[in-house]
């Protein structure tokens, strides 16, 4: 169990976000007081935006955590229920459980919802891969917290001045400009179904963009429609299902015909899905060398059509 808490130093990234620790028979790291908190007292923060999967990574993660243990803590902040909310180690928590540990280092902080949320979401934001749908909950958690922060200092302050915008400053902190900031941001109002199509590469960006400005039962419609044409809508099919969409003028049976339609994409590309490809190739092979060796086979194949045409 954790050990009573006591004040202690903590670094200058704990004046800015909180000032919390606990003391007993713990670690220390970047001045931070390291305790270990039995798994059954963390829970997942409160609508977490980034999936845990069980995936090649996690079982790495797995493998590392049972030679190793865990060598990076959680943050996390005592829950006013009981136990403690999870900040950053969602996949260690989940890992720690697969490999049969029963605690996790933590370093726990008192923090408000807004510097939680904020603290949260960068912190798993460093992650290599990143899904839209996880980005897009992401950047809208944290630009609600940024612009409570803000209007809670307005209350505060009398100074005047031009103040930069908090979706600017959002993009700034994340490499974005605030437009595509606030396009992803656009993303949480499509239908679940269809921001999985995007998560999946199915469908690109943007059109599910332009596609999320249709109403729910619009969007409804759509995936009726996806599922009579066996078609993804392209950017110049989504953008006409928005204008008719938002006039009023779509129905299911118009987006069957739009999205019926023969792409003109379609006409000049082809396209090996990875799935039928894969069972004529090791397991072992990358994407890479699977075109490689295909570029190769059509090259013998047609050196032969060329020997048999001079026949």
């Known amino acids: 169990m954790k050990k009573e808490r006591s004040n202690i130093q903590l670094s200058s990234y704990d004046d800015i976000f909180g000032n919390d620790a606990s003391a007993g028979n713990a670690d220390a790291v970047n001045g931070d007081t390291v305790v270990d908190i039995p798994l059954d007292e963390l ?7 980034f999936k845990v999967r069980d995936d090649a990574d996690m079982e790495k993660t797995v493998e590392s955590i049972q030679e190793f243990g865990v060598l990076q803590p959680a943050i996390v902040r005592p829950d006013r229920d ?12 989940h890992a720690c459980q697969i490999a049969g540990i029963e605690a996790l280092p933590c370093i726990v902080r008192d923090l408000d919802d807004d510097a939680a949320t904020i603290l949260m ?9 990143i899904l839209p749908s996880e980005r897009a909950f992401a950047f809208k958690m944290k630009l609600d917290a940024m612009k409570h922060q803000g209007e809670r200092r307005d209350l505060t302050s009398c100074q005047i001045g031009t103040k930069s915008r908090s979706d600017e400053i959002l993009g700034e902190q994340v490499g974005e400009s605030a437009r595509t900031v606030q396009r992803y941001i656009r993303l949480t109002n499509l239908d679940p179904e269809l921001l999985q199509l995007v998560d999946d590469k199915q469908m690109g960006f943007n059109p599910a963009y332009e596609l999320s400005f249709l109403n729910p039962e619009q969007q409804k419609d759509l995936l009726s429609a996806i599922d009579y044409a066996q078609a993804i809508p392209s950017l110049s099919q989504a953008q006409r299902i928005k204008k008719l969409a938002l006039n009023g003028e779509i129905t299911q049976e118009g987006m069957n015909i739009i999205l019926s339609e023969e792409k003109k994409q379609d006409l000049d590309r082809v396209t090996l899905k990875h799935d039928t490809l894969k069972k004529y190739f090791p397991k072992s092979y990358t994407p890479k060398q699977m075109e490689d060796t295909i570029i190769k086979l059509l090259d013998q194949w047609q050196k032969k059509r060329n020997r048999d045409m001079e026949r």
Do not use: K, T
């Open 43 to 49: 829970h997942p923060f409160r609508n977490h935006p």
């Open 82 to 93: 009981g136990g403690y909310e999870i900040l950053s180690g969602h996949r260690r928590h």
């Open 121 to 129: 979401v960068d912190s798993n934001l460093q992650r290599e891969e």
